[in-house]
T-cell receptor, first 118, second 113 residues
């Protein structure tokens, strides 16, 4: 099946620094990627939708200047948390949608990145 | 905008008991429906999905779900649960196949051995 990989799996950073999280589709071309955030014991909240070569579309309440999303190629999207603060600590998950008979435009999820800001 | 409601936040069952987790969605048009499972410390896995056709969908690990359009429901069922089914279960909906997936709040299932 289609594989989506996130890197890193976990990261600890100091307050005020920026952190970049990568999301790669390993064996298919992802026309659309989604970024979610999951707080402990809560559901996944959609943050933004990104399409290759265009600006991301952010959900209401998500600061686009704080959570920079770049979808530079059909296999890579990055989420940069700028000037991170402890309240940004969370589990970030990406999903990717591609095209083709085998994967039928389904969404495949990465394993997630646990961010801890100290 | 579409939304998903899961009725049970926390369910505790004994092994071999039957399971039904409720899920209702709100959207007036055609939807795609999903159930995902998240085992402790692991990432999301797709249990089953409904796009069209037979409203009774069979997924992995013995799970099934029934889409009842008149009730806007997509309940998850398993006739006999196992201890290894302990996990969090998320119902989700999308409007188009390549559209964003909106998740319910999740149901934490705990199976007693």
């Amino acid at each position: 099946g289609a594989v989506v990989s996130q890197h890193p799996s976990w990261v600890i950073c100091k307050s005020g620094t920026s952190v970049k999280i990568e999301c790669r589709s390993l064996d298919f071309q992802a026309t659309t990627m989604f970024w979610y955030r999951q707080f402990p014991k809560q559901s996944l909240m959609l943050m933004a939708t990104s399409n290759e070569g265009s600006k991301a579309t952010y959900e209401q309440g998500v600061e686009k200047d704080k959570f920079l999303i770049n979808h530079a190629s059909l296999t890579l999207s990055t989420l940069t948390v700028t000037s991170a603060h402890p309240e940004d600590s969370s589990f970030y998950i990406c999903s990717a949608v591609g095209s083709g008979i085998a994967i039928s435009n389904e969404a495949f999820f990465g394993q997630g990145t646990r961010l801890t800001v100290v | 905008a579409q939304s998903v409601s899961q009725h049970n936040h926390h369910v505790i069952l004994s092994e071999a008991a039957s399971l039904e987790l409720g899920c209702n969605y709100s959207y007036g048009g055609t939807v795609n429906l999903f159930w995902y499972v998240q085992y402790p410390g692991q990432h999301l896995q797709l249990l089953l999905k409904y796009f069209s056709g037979d409203p009774l969908v069979k997924g992995i690990k013995g799970f099934e779900a029934e889409f009842i359009k008149s009730k806007f429901s997509f309940n998850l069922r398993k006739p006999s649960v196992q201890w290894s089914d302990t996990a969090e279960y998320f119902c989700a909906v999308s409007v188009n196949r390549d559209d964003k997936i909106i998740f319910g709040k999740g149901t934490r299932l705990h199976i007693l051995p």
